[in-house]
């Protein structure tokens, strides 16, 4: 028996029944392959937060929040839950910021706040009896990190760096940005960027790892520096999951900064760290080692924590500490000079939630750190009302720290 088929160009061939039936069984194994192989792509299309979960917590109920777009009225922010040592004292100083996130000051006492969801950069400018909040760029992509240098911004989009020029006289008619480098990768996973300005006059910023636990590019996990005009790239630090606050120390001018652990090893672990730099070069350990001491039961296999540097503290599990700066104002007491403060965002990868407060770290030559809190009550048993984002030394000594939830900058005072 013979059949007729259609060929590509029309015409018609005349093929045995034999060869006819051996193409009709080769296309339907090819449509079982595929849908067999639909539920794994399925499952490869899981929200990126799932990555890494492992099979016995494939039912969890812990997802990441939902991100606040907007800002709310300082009116229905309940700020007089906040708790602080004596004599300190918390207040909304600027609100109207939704989504603010990273914090710099110009020479003229300007601030300015990034975002991480909205596209916005803001500033704000202090009228004395009130704060105007304004809106100097918009449209930018995850434009989370800014720093301010010799009248210039400078704020870190997912894959650029850009600059507004002379800045602070042009808040009314903001200049158009000028990309200074835009050579960095495009994942949305820990693209956001912390800037840092290094005491060698470089940019820092963090290029997270584009997961939750993976063997990272080459180009990811890193801490890298450039010059401020955009040549000079190298990486600084590498095995950096997630860093998205980096300080100096005003004496030692050595690096310190945040990183947030890997998610679904268990509400206990691990920790998020306090990382030491005082040297390029250095490896911190993802996605091989964790907090210093428990190897990644996948990546970890055929390495030993002692082939990394371990962190200089261990913050607690998945409390997400986020920026951190050095104090060197001069309203605190005394022993607050050069004492570290650390935002912590917050967990969502933990059954009962850690975090969403500002830490304090004291580093004394030849003693351990001692970590303390320094403000809390953001969180009230299981439910928070804000969520802390970075801190940032006023030129009068009083400390700003953003709230992305609230959309406010709130300022922290002390009176003897």
Not at 197 to 202: A, Q, S, W
Request: with cysteine; hydrophobic share 35%.
């Amino acid at each position: 028996m013979w059949y007729r088929i259609t060929t590509p160009n029309l015409r018609h061939r005349f093929i045995p029944y034999s060869t006819a039936m051996a193409l009709f069984i080769t296309l339907m194994l090819a449509t079982s392959q595929l849908l067999a192989q639909a539920p794994q792509s399925a499952q490869q299309e899981r929200p990126p937060f799932m990555q890494g979960q492992p099979p016995e917590l494939a039912t969890s109920p812990l997802k990441p929040h939902p991100p606040s777009l907007s800002a709310k009225p300082a009116r229905d922010i309940p700020v007089d839950k906040a708790k602080l040592p004596p004599g300190f004292h918390m207040s909304i100083w600027a609100e109207g910021i939704p989504n603010a996130r990273s914090i710099t000051v110009g020479q003229k006492g300007t601030v300015f706040v990034g975002s991480r969801l909205v596209g916005n950069v803001y500033v704000v400018v202090d009228r004395g009896d009130r704060r105007e909040v304004k809106i100097i760029a918009k449209g930018l992509h995850r434009p989370n990190g800014v720093v301010f240098k010799n009248g210039t911004l400078y704020v870190a989009e997912l894959s650029r760096i850009l600059r507004f020029d002379d800045i602070e006289n042009r808040l009314d008619e903001p200049p158009s940005p000028v990309v200074i480098f835009d050579q960095l990768p495009k994942d949305e996973p820990h693209g956001w960027k912390f800037l840092g300005l290094g005491p060698d006059g470089k940019l820092y910023f963090n290029i997270g790892a584009p997961c939750n636990i993976c063997e990272p590019p080459p180009t990811h996990a890193k801490i890298v520096r450039l010059n401020t005009d955009g040549s000079g790239y190298e990486v600084f630090a590498s095995g950096v999951r997630n860093s998205v606050g980096m300080d100096w120390h005003p004496v030692t001018k050595e690096l310190y900064f945040t990183d947030n652990g890997r998610d679904w090893l268990g509400d206990e672990a691990p920790n998020d760290e306090l990382n030491y730099a005082p040297r390029s070069g250095l490896h911190f350990g993802y996605p091989y080692c964790h907090q210093g001491d428990i190897l990644d039961p996948e990546f970890g296999q055929g390495h030993s924590c002692s082939e990394y540097t371990p962190p200089l503290l261990k913050l607690g599990p998945h409390v997400a500490a986020l920026g951190m700066r050095f104090y060197t104002g001069n309203m605190f007491p005394a022993e607050y000079q050069n004492r570290l403060i650390i935002a912590e965002h917050g967990s969502w990868n933990r059954t009962n939630k850690s975090g969403y407060k500002l830490m304090q770290v004291t580093l004394t030559s030849g003693q351990p750190p001692k970590y303390e809190v320094f403000a809390e009550g953001w969180l009230q048993g299981e439910e928070f009302w804000g969520r802390p984002v970075d801190v940032q030394g006023m030129g009068d000594g009083s400390l700003l720290v953003s709230d992305d939830w609230n959309g406010v900058l709130y300022r922290i005072t002390y009176q003897r």
